[in-house]
């Protein structure tokens, strides 16, 4: 017999990116030059001190163990990453715990804290993440719509009281992935007001903070007295410090969620590699002004691509945080119908929108981790192809 799934995977779909790249490899193979701008990897490398620490602590002979239980000068210097950078305390015993990247932690939240029948209140357009670990976990997913008249934050008073009643986890991500947009501290406030009003735990995906234009810096939603109490922000040293494929994270805030996420980590997995964590130590501790440059260029081929589109007719404002632009699909054709064409036709590699939610349908998002003349080149390759 054909071994069978498990009921709570059996439904899931193999991850849209996943199947995309096997679609690139083969069209490179055959000649084609693909131009990708979907992806949200970072291109760029961490500066050299942050390598350097790294390669000294994996040259000590007792840094290659298990480090589960050993991980409290990683949980510290995010105490003081977050003092540094938001003027939030935090205790590291009780408030921090490490992940294998943030993905780790927002799935593990679901996993750790939804019993069947509860209900998550999630965004869409939203990380995919979100929805399928509530999922999994047998929880039922409310969808709240980001629209772009709301400036794509959630309209809290649409959700119906029989939801609220049942929902358990709340589910945020500002500088947002895929829209760009940001949200402000008025509207954390509402958040954590809303979050005790209907007892919620509130998730805060949080790692674009330090990816801003023009000087802007997002807030952390832990910023807001007493949200520590009904909330948790999961980061990440992906974004802010070119680690992505380092897998190093971390969630902090509220002492009861840190609880079972350590709690279910110590069965899944034996913590971080110690010199990766050498190197986050390094990375959130050491010198920040490099990070400026770094959005230099990021802000540089973000005004690229917005110059590409508007040759193509295509109008859409500069996002000012995250990797991503978020614009319209001309013509009103089905977004996984436009770019499948669009990568076809001309291979440039863009994602549709309809993958982050039913609400991302009618968009397609451009990511940012591209050297800037392959982005001139993709947009241009867009504007010659839509203007034929």
């Known amino acids: 017999m054909p071994l069978q799934p498990a009921h709570r995977i059996s439904h899931i779909k193999p991850y849209f990116f996943s199947e995309l790249a096997k679609r690139i490899t083969a069209m490179r193979a055959a000649g084609v030059d693909v131009v990708r701008l979907d992806i949200g990897s970072p291109d760029l490398p961490p500066p050299g001190f942050i390598l ?10 007792g840094t290659h163990g298990y480090m589960l239980g050993l991980t409290a000068p990683f949980r510290v210097a995010v105490a003081q990453y977050y003092k540094q950078r938001f003027g939030v305390e935090l205790d590291p015993k009780s408030e921090i715990v490490d992940l ?103 998730a805060h995906d949080n ?12 807030p952390s939603l832990l ?8 909330a948790l922000e999961f980061n990440s040293l992906s974004k802010t410090y070119n680690m992505a494929g380092w897998r190093v994270g971390m969630a902090v805030g509220q002492p009861e969620a840190i609880k079972y996420i350590e709690t ?18 390094a990375a959130m501790l050491g010198d920040q002004s490099w990070l400026a440059e770094r959005n230099r260029i990021y802000q540089d081929r973000r005004d690229a691509a917005i110059d590409g589109l508007h040759r193509a007719a295509i109008q859409v404002a500069p996002p000012q945080a995250s990797l991503y632009i978020w614009a319209p699909v001309p013509g009103g054709e089905p977004s ?39 982005i001139r080149e993709g947009v241009e390759r867009i504007a010659q192809w839509l203007h034929k």
């Open 52 to 61: 350097e620490t790294m390669f000294a602590a994996a040259s000590q002979p």
């Open 207 to 218: 790692p674009y903070c330090d990816v801003g234009y023009n000087g802007y810096q997002a």
């Open 264 to 281: 279910y980590k110590s069965q899944q997995d034996s913590a971080i590699f110690a010199p990766l964590m050498a190197a986050g130590e």
């Open 100 to 202: 294998i990247g943030s993905k780790e932690g927002l799935f593990i939240l679901s996993q750790a804290v939804l019993n069947p029948g509860d209900l998550s209140l999630v965004p869409d357009p939203g990380y995919s993440v979100y929805a399928m670990s509530t999922e999994i976990a047998g929880g039922e997913v409310y969808k709240m719509p980001l629209l772009a008249e709301r400036a794509f934050l959630p309209d809290y008073d649409s959700i119906p009281a029989d939801v609220l009643q049942r929902a358990k986890i709340l589910w945020l991500n500002y500088p947002n992935n895929p829209t760009g947009a940001i949200a402000d501290m008025a509207f954390f406030e509402r958040t954590i007001a809303f979050a005790r009003k209907h007892d919620l735990l509130v």
């Open 336 to 374: 996984m119908d436009f770019c499948a064409r669009l990568l076809e036709d001309t291979g440039v590699s863009v994602t549709p929108g309809v993958v982050f939610g039913q609400h991302g349908e009618g968009y397609f998002r451009i990511s940012l981790v591209t050297d800037i003349e392959r």
């Open 223 to 230: 910023q807001v007295p007493g949200a520590k109490e009904v």
